[in-house]
C-alpha cells in the first residue's frame, strides 16, 4: 500500500509562487511514476506534472511548461511541485498521484487512469 499527503496549497496572488509537497509513505518499492493532478469543480482530472524516479524523465502539460518544476526527493520520499508565474486559471485542487514502477506502453505520464493511488488534495487559489 502506498500513502501520499499534500502540503503546502494556499492562495497567493497572481504572479506569485507556490510550491506544494506530496509525501509519500507505505511500502516502498524501487521505482515509481508520480504524478500532479489538479482538478476544478465539474471538470476532469488532469495531469500537471509528472517523473519518473527511475529515470528521472518527467512530464508536463503545455500549460505549465516553463513555469512549474517537478521533482522528487528520494531521501526525503517526497515529491515537489514549484509553481512560478501563477495565474487565476491555475486555481485547482492539486492532487498526487503515484504508480509503482514505470508504465513502458504511455505516451505520456500525464493520463490520470495511470496511476493506483492518490492523496486527498489541497487547494491552490490564484486570485487577480
Known amino acids: 500500500q502506498v500513502r501520499l499527503a499534500e502540503s503546502g496549497g494556499g492562495s497567493v496572488q497572481a504572479g506569485g509562487s507556490l510550491r506544494i509537497s506530496c509525501a509519500r509513505s507505505g511500502y516502498s518499492y524501487s521505482s515509481y511514476t508520480l504524478g500532479w493532478f489538479r482538478q476544478t469543480s465539474g471538470d476532469e482530472r488532469v495531469g500537471v506534472a509528472a517523473?519518473?524516479?527511475?529515470?528521472?524523465?518527467?512530464d508536463y502539460a503545455d500549460s505549465v511548461k516553463g513555469r512549474f518544476t517537478v521533482w522528487y526527493d528520494d531521501a526525503k520520499n517526497t515529491l515537489y511541485l514549484q509553481m512560478n508565474f501563477l495565474a487565476p486559471e491555475d486555481s485547482a485542487t492539486y492532487y498526487c498521484?503515484?504508480?509503482?514502477?514505470?508504465?513502458?506502453?504511455?505516451?505520456?505520464?500525464?493520463?490520470?487512469?495511470?496511476?493506483?493511488?492518490w492523496g486527498r488534495g489541497i487547494q491552490v487559489t490564484v486570485s487577480s
Open positions: 498521484g503515484a504508480r509503482v514502477g514505470t508504465p513502458v506502453w504511455a505516451r505520456s505520464f500525464l493520463a490520470p487512469e495511470l496511476y493506483n493511488y
Open positions: 517523473i519518473n524516479t527511475e529515470s528521472g524523465n518527467t
